[in-house]
Nanobody
Framework: QVQLVESGGGLVQPGGSLRLSCAAS????????MGWYLQAPGKQRELVAA?????????NYADSVKGRFTISRDNAKNTVYLQMNSLKPEDSAVYYC?????????WGEGTLVTVSS
C-alpha cells in the first residue's frame, strides 16, 4: 500500500514563495508518475505539475504555473517537492500529492495554500 504525506502549505502574501513536500512510503516499483494537483472551492481538481519517476524524469506543468513552479524529487528521501514562486491569489487552493502507477491512483490528504495580503 502506498501512503503520501504532504506538508508545507500555509498563508503567504502575493509574490511570495512556498515549498510543498510529499513523502511517499510503501511498496513502489517500476516507472510511475508523481504530481501535484490543486482544487479550489467549487472547482474540479486540476493538474499543476507532474514528474515521471524511474523512467527519464520528464516533467509537465500547467500553463498557469510555467516559469513560477518547479517540481523536483529527492530519491534518497522518496520525496517530491513543489517549489512555488511569485504566488498569486488565484493559486490559493488545497494542493494534493498524487502517485499514479498504471491504472492506480494514490492521493495524499492535501495541504492548504492561501495567497492573500
Amino acid at each position: 500500500q502506498v501512503q503520501l504525506v504532504e506538508s508545507g502549505g500555509g498563508l503567504v502574501q502575493p509574490g511570495g514563495s512556498l515549498r510543498l513536500s510529499c513523502a511517499a512510503s510503501g511498496t513502489i516499483f517500476g516507472p510511475y508518475v508523481m504530481g501535484w494537483y490543486l482544487q479550489a472551492p467549487g472547482k474540479q481538481r486540476e493538474l499543476v505539475a507532474a514528474m515521471v519517476i524511474n523512467s527519464g524524469g520528464s516533467t509537465n506543468y500547467a500553463d498557469s504555473v510555467k516559469g513560477r513552479f518547479t517540481i523536483s524529487r529527492d530519491n534518497a528521501k522518496n520525496t517530491v517537492y513543489l517549489q512555488m514562486n511569485s504566488l498569486k491569489p488565484e493559486d490559493s487552493a488545497v494542493y494534493y500529492c498524487n502517485l499514479r502507477r498504471g491504472s492506480r491512483d494514490y492521493w495524499g490528504e492535501g495541504t492548504l495554500v492561501t495567497v492573500s495580503s
